[in-house]
């Protein structure tokens, strides 16, 4: 599995976009980059999934350039109940193959008024 | 749909002791992991069950089992506790593992004493 490598922790003010860039650079041809938040005492929540480009959703947004060595997670207008740890997760994990989530340290966001 | 269900909530237990935890997925959902969160260790892999067989196996001692029933819920045994046991123990269920998205449950926080 590649190793993620993320901004230990990040600071924002309520209202302004959050950018947290994860670094793969080890990812494989058939990996895949997945984007979990947690909050303290309660178990990860899925956010977003990508390959490549960009991907988007209700709540977020997934940039991957074209050499996949990279990838952000951006959050617009961020809220204080953004607050969280962001986990950046790559593996491949086809169809019908076991399923083995590898968190690394994640990325701390602190929001604030 | 009812989410992921975790029981109990929290549990204390003494060194020595064994421990069953319980967890019942997403209906539907055929796979189901197990993970341990520290503060020092961080989110890991523990086991992943799969219509009733192990799929997929952390790094973790012999005294960390499960089992998957036909209905898909699953249960975690941890045998001779011993005090570094004390952690959040996280349940996650998907419908097919691999690289789907995980539901977490709010976890089963044991204290070892």
């Known amino acids: 599995l590649a190793k993620t490598t993320q901004p230990i922790s990040m600071d924002s003010y309520e209202g302004q976009e959050v950018n947290i860039t994860c670094s793969h650079n080890?990812?494989?041809?058939?990996?895949?980059i997945t984007w979990y938040q947690q909050f303290p005492s309660q178990g990860p929540r899925f956010i977003i999934q990508?390959?490549?480009t960009k991907v988007t959703n209700e709540v977020a947004s997934l940039f991957i350039p074209a050499d996949r060595k990279s990838s952000t997670l951006s959050l617009p207008r961020v809220s204080l109940s953004d607050t969280a740890v962001y986990y950046c997760?790559?593996?491949?994990?086809?169809?019908?193959?076991?399923?083995?989530?590898?968190f690394g340290t994640g990325t701390r966001l602190q929001v604030t008024l | 749909k009812a989410g992921v269900t975790q029981t109990p909530r929290y549990l204390i237990k003494t060194r020595g002791q064994q421990v069953t935890l319980s967890c019942s997925p997403i209906?539907?959902?055929?796979?189901v992991s197990w993970y341990q969160q520290t503060p020092g260790q961080g989110l890991q892999f523990l086991f992943e069950?799969?219509?009733?067989?192990?799929?997929n196996k952390g790094n973790f001692p012999g005294r960390f089992s499960g089992r998957q029933f036909s209905n898909s819920r699953s249960e975690m045994n941890v045998s001779t506790l011993e005090l570094g046991d004390s952690a959040l123990y996280l349940c996650?269920?998907?419908?097919?593992?691999?690289?789907?998205?995980?539901?977490f449950g709010q976890g089963t926080r044991l204290t070892v004493v």
């Open positions: 996650a269920s998907s419908f097919q593992g691999g690289r789907a998205e995980a539901f």
């Open positions: 080890n990812i494989a041809t058939n990996d895949y």
């Open positions: 990508g390959y490549k």
């Open positions: 997760l790559v593996g491949d994990g086809g169809t019908g193959t076991a399923s083995k989530l590898t």
């Open positions: 209906s539907g959902h055929r796979s």
């Open positions: 069950y799969f219509s009733e067989t192990q799929r």
